[in-house]
C-alpha cells in the first residue's frame, strides 16, 4: 500500500552524497545488517540512538527533517526531480500510466514517471503491507566496507568490516566460533517524481550546461532529447551573414570584370599563323639511363654507331 504524497521540493541540480554518509552503522560487531545514511543521536526508539541523518538528504523545502523511530523509513518524494544524487544512479522505474514498473511507497500520477535513486551497485526494495518503507539494498559476501556503531549518542568501533567473517564468542564460561557470510546494507532511496514537461522545460533552460542533459540518458526507458539550436547559439550572426554576402559580391565582379578584359585583348590582337615546325635535326646525344619515375616520352633517341655493340640491360 502506497503512503500519502509527501513532497519534499524540487531536484534539479546534482547532490554530492557526502562520503560520511556511507558509513554503514551497525547494531553489533557481527550483525548481518547495517545502515547508511545515519547518525548517531538520542533516538529513543532504538537501543543504539541512532537516526536519520538530514545531510544525507538533498535540500527539502521545509529543512526539518521527519522524526522517525527507525532507520529509512521515508520522508517522501522529489518533484520535479531530474537529478540522482552523485555516487547514485537509478535503480527502479514507474510511469503511472503504465502497469509493471517498480511499486513506490509515495503514490505515482497518472501523468508522472518516478525513478528511485541508489547507490551505484544497489537495488530497489519495497514489498508493500510487509515493508515499513522503501529503501535501497547490498548484500555484501565478500569484500570490506566502513562500518561503525553508535552508543549513547556517539560513535565508536570506526573500523572496515571485511566478509565472510569468523568470531569466537565466549558465553557460560566456554568459547563457541560463530561464522558471518553476509552483510546486507540498506541506503536512502531518493524517489524522484516529474512530468515530460519538466524534461523538455529543463532541456531548455540548461542548455550548454551538464546539470540535466549528462544525466538524463541514465533513466530506464527515458529518451532525452537535445534543443534544436537557435540563432544564438551556433547560427550565424547579421553581422556575419551581411559580411559574407558582400564578399561574395565583390568576388564575383572580380571574376566578372578579369574574363572580359581577356575577351577583350583576343578579340584585337591578330590571329598568329604558326608555322610549321621543322624536323628535329639529327644531333648525337649520349645514351642515358631511364630512371624508375621517368616518363617514356623523355627518353632521346640517338644514332649509335655500328661498331659499338649494345648491351642488354640488367
Known sequence: MTSSRSNLGPLTTVFKYPDSCAVAVQECTDCATAWQGQSCGDNSFNTQGVLDNPNCWPSRDDDDAPYTYAALLGWGFYSPGLECPDGYATSCVATGSVDGGFNFQFSVLESETAIGCCPKGYHCHFNPGVDEAQTCYSIVKTGSFPTVQCSSGSS????????????????????????????????????????????????????????????????????????????????????A????GVGAGLVGLTLLGTALYFWRRKKKTPAVTERPKPELEGQLRHPVELYG??????????????????????
Open 293 to 314: 619515375n621517368s616518363s617514356p616520352n623523355a627518353a632521346t633517341t640517338a644514332s649509335v654507331p655500328m661498331s659499338s655493340q649494345r648491351s642488354e640491360l640488367p
Open 156 to 239: 565508536n568501533r570506526y573500523s572496515y568490516m571485511t566478509v565472510p567473517a569468523t568470531f569466537i564468542e565466549t558465553a557460560s564460561g566456554s568459547e563457541g566460533t560463530s561464522f558471518l557470510r553476509a552483510v546486507t546494507i540498506y541506503a536512502p532511496l531518493f524517489q524522484l517524481n516529474r512530468q515530460a514537461s519538466d524534461l523538455s522545460s529543463s532541456s531548455t533552460k540548461s542548455t550548454g550546461s551538464t546539470s540535466v542533459t549528462s544525466h538524463s540518458t541514465s533513466l530506464t526507458g527515458v529518451t532525452s532529447e537535445a534543443p534544436a539550436p537557435s540563432s544564438s547559439n551556433g547560427g550565424l550572426s547579421v553581422g
Open 241 to 244: 551573414q551581411a559580411g559574407i
